[in-house]
């Protein structure tokens, strides 16, 4: 018998996140993020479901290749850049844009051979402190990338924020204060926002927003999930309980025994565990749902499986229902036990979960 672990994808979820954000956003054009298999959805099933985005944003070459491949025709950029000068012509077959950040980047465009401009995106450190250029050298590399034959004559202004997820907090306004204060006079559009700058901070939308976690319906906001703000989970993470076992008073469950029962009970074991890419980390309280209905995760999460309490669950059978997260249970309560997010979850489940659209 297959494993009956599985993930599925809700595309109808996608496409009303999508509206949502169009709806926060209205004056945007919105950028769908599908970096790391979209957001560990499957990248060209994302891809296809958003078929209504203005753009695609991955994180590598390859990405972009597969989704030429699967016919997807709209605007792709890479994100964090091109690495060497054989991938500004891998850029320029595939009509990918990307990101320059660094220095050597501008040299490479400088030092390439004639051939189709590439669309850039200037990235502008305006205080992350990851990726981008310094407020102060922002307009020489604008001018040296204006130079070129090698490059579209607009080139798009972006940033990225740290912390916009605090909403009304310093950093984010500090932010786009330096970034404004680096491009203005200079042509262009503006691409600030990601997830969290879309939901909060609507001065931040400009020209392209970029969300990913809330096109997935995942809020990183803490405390709340993406229904609080009328997104939709695109993933139920689900498997069955394949062993349904009476213990003693004092029996020790799992490795480690690190839990043991208080009274004779039922425990139930479901088919899923650190290999399908459910938290190791998540601790005996974990919610899930059995049939429906909500139940705990006790003892260590164990590389195939889980067991959980079934006092309160008379009813649970083998072959009973486990849902791990989904509409029904958020994500991001789960990370926040496991002491995550949202997204390291979604992106975490592995090749050996199937894979079933909605
Ligand atoms: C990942 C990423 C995003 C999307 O971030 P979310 O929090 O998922 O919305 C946007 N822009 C850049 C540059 C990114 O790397």
């Known amino acids: 018998m297959a494993r009956p672990t599985s993930a599925t994808i809700h595309t109808d979820a996608l496409r009303h996140n999508l509206g949502q954000i ?43 290749e597969r989704l030429r491949a699967a016919g997807i025709s709209q605007p792709i950029l890479l994100l964090s850049g091109f690495d060497e000068p054989a991938d500004i012509e891998r850029l320029r077959q595939l009509h990918v844009d990307t990101a320059v950040h660094h220095e050597t980047q501008v040299q490479m465009l400088e030092q390439a051979a004639d051939g189709e401009p590439v669309r850039c995106w200037l990235k502008v450190d305006s205080g992350m402190h990851r990726l981008g250029f310094a407020p102060e050298v922002v307009r020489d590399m604008h001018a040296r990338l204006a130079a070129l034959h090698g490059v579209v004559g607009e080139i798009v202004l972006m940033n990225h924020f740290a912390s916009s997820d605090e909403f009304d907090g310093p950093q984010t306004r500090e932010q786009m204060r330096v970034f404004s204060d680096a491009t203005s006079g200079l042509p262009g559009q503006r691409s600030l926002a990601n997830s969290a700058a879309v939901l909060g901070w609507p001065t931040a939308h400009a020209d392209w927003v970029r969300p990913g976690g809330a096109m997935y319906g995942m809020s990183v906001v803490a405390g709340t999930s993406g229904a609080d703000f009328d997104l939709r989970p695109a993933m139920t993470l689900a498997t069955r309980l394949i062993a349904v076992n009476t213990l003693h008073r004092g029996d020790c469950v799992g490795y480690a025994g690190t839990w043991s029962c208080p009274e004779d009970m039922r425990v139930g074991v479901a ?3 650190y290999g399908d890419g459910y938290p190791r980390a998540a601790p005996a309280g974990t919610p899930v749902l059995v049939d429906g209905r909500a139940a705990q995760v006790i003892g260590r999460i164990s590389m195939d499986l889980m067991t959980i309490d079934l006092r309160g669950h008379d009813e649970a059978r083998v072959g009973s229902p486990v849902i791990l ?11 926040d036990v496991a002491g ?19």
């Not at 995550?340 to 909605?358: D, K």
Request: aromatic share 6%; hydrophobic share 45%.
């Open 325 to 335: 997260w989904g509409p029904e249970l958020p994500v991001e309560r789960i990370a």
């Open 22 to 64: 169009r709806l926060r956003a209205p004056d945007s054009r919105v950028m769908a993020v599908v970096k790391a298999d979209g957001y560990g959805h499957g990248l060209e099933r994302v891809a296809r479901a958003l078929g209504g985005a203005d753009a695609f944003g991955v994180a590598s070459l390859s990405d972009a």
């Open 271 to 273: 088919a899923i565990g």
């Open 340 to 358: 995550t997010i949202s997204y390291e979850l979604t992106c975490s489940i592995t090749r050996r979960v199937r894979f079933v659209e909605a």
